[in-house]
Each structure stands twice: as C-alpha cells, then as structure tokens.
C-alpha cells in the first residue's frame, strides 16, 4: 500500500524551529517530485515548498522563502521540512504531498506556534 | 501567482440532487487543473485531473469541465458521503502551485 506518514510536529513558541518528517513507502519514492501543503485550522489547503525527484531544484512559498528549507534522502524514502523563525501564522497541519497533481496526501503532523 | 475563485462558498442539496460547483482562474490555466475532495478528517482525495479527467477509482458521477480561466466540477446524483469540502488547484503556472479557496457541500 502506497503511504506517506508525517511526524515532527508539535507545540513550538514564536521564533523557535522545528523539523518534519515525511515517510514514504509503497512506491519508489525516487521517482517522484514532492510537496509539503499546510492547512491552518478552519482554513484552506496551502502549498508551502516543492522539491524535484532529485532534490535538486526547489521552491518555496513567498510566505516561508528564507525560514523554511525542504530537502529528501532518496536512500531512506524520506522528506522533510525544516522550519526556523516561525511565527504565529504558520500555526497548520503541514501534509506532504506526491507530485504536482496530487495523486497521494499524508494526513499531517500538526504545528502549533504559541507563547 | 494565478488565483483560483471558488463559487459557491457554501452548497446545501439534498441527496439525487445535482451539484455544480465553480473555479475561476485569473489568467489562463490552460487545462492543468485538478479538483480535490476533503471530507472531515481526512486527507484531500484526488478527483479530476487535467480538469476533466476523472482519476482512479472515482465514481462517475463525478466530471469536470471546463479550460482556460473556468471550469466546473459536476456531480450527477448525490450521495450522503459527497458531504465534503471541495478544492481546485492549477499547477500550469507555478511556482507557486494554487488552491482555490475551497467550496463547502453539505448534504440535507
């Protein structure tokens, strides 16, 4: 069965950091581009960061450009997210994402930005 | 960055009934556009991709149409388990991929 499972996230006050874990299995992970969507509480889908099959090439959302980096280990079927800075406004469940269409989601690992 | 307008915000239909549901881009999007099913607690399913094209394992009383800058997403005959929040998303002109602010169908 194709899956991906987040975890990391958690409980964080304003400018602290946190890493997200992205777990893939049942396909080759290789293969594929990768996303990471978020979803505040009540509110629409957000895509936050794209990476290549490769990770070579890599994009962000203006609203996390400078204090958010994605990256991928190919040999351990794993995404992340690397978060510094955050703010109360990135309060989300941060969801990772297979491809441009969307054809697989995790469900999420929530982040909550608090003092 | 394209903006996806999603109408209406909210739909309340009663089961058989037919659902049409709106997605208005603010420039051409070509035919790159997908729609999306979230039901409470879950996670986005895929429904139409390339904006008429139903993906696997979707009923058929789902379609959609549409190219350019509108496009529609019909579901024939509702089912109770429709009951959900409905997405677009274009991935013609990116970064950054964008969603549509998302239409809410409720089921009577």
């Known amino acids: 069965e194709m899956q991906l499972v987040e975890s990391g996230g958690g409980m964080v006050q304003p400018g602290g950091s946190l890493r997200l874990s992205c777990a893939a299995s049942?396909?080759?992970?290789?293969?594929?581009?990768m996303n990471w969507v978020r979803q505040a509480p009540g509110k629409g889908l957000e895509w936050v960061s794209y990476?290549?099959?490769?990770?070579?090439?890599?994009y962000y959302a203006d609203s996390v450009k400078g204090r958010f980096t994605v990256s991928r280990d190919n040999t351990k079927n794993s995404l992340f997210l690397q978060m510094t800075s955050l703010r109360a406004d990135d309060t989300a469940v941060y969801s990772c994402?297979?491809?441009?269409?969307?054809?697989?989601w995790g469900l999420g690992t929530p982040v909550a930005v608090s003092s | 960055e394209i903006v996806l307008t999603q109408s209406p915000d909210t739909l309340s239909l009663s089961p058989g009934e037919r659902a049409t549901l709106s997605c208005r881009a603010s420039?051409?999007?070509?035919?790159?556009l997908a729609w999306y099913q979230q039901r409470p607690g879950q996670a986005p399913r895929l429904l139409i991709h390339?904006?008429?094209n139903r993906a696997t394992g979707i009923p058929a009383r789902f379609s959609g149409s549409g190219s350019g800058t509108d496009f529609t997403l019909t579901i024939s005959s509702l089912e109770p388990e429709d009951s959900a929040v409905y997405y677009c998303?274009?991935?013609?002109?990116?970064?950054?991929?964008?969603f549509g602010q998302g239409t809410r169908l409720e089921i009577k």
């Open positions: 994402a297979r491809g441009n269409t969307v054809r697989l």
């Open positions: 049942g396909f080759t992970f290789r293969s594929y581009e």
């Open positions: 990476i290549s099959s490769d990770g070579t090439t890599k």
């Open positions: 420039q051409s999007v070509y035919t790159s």
């Open positions: 390339d904006a008429s």
């Open positions: 998303q274009q991935r013609y002109n990116w970064p950054p991929i964008t």
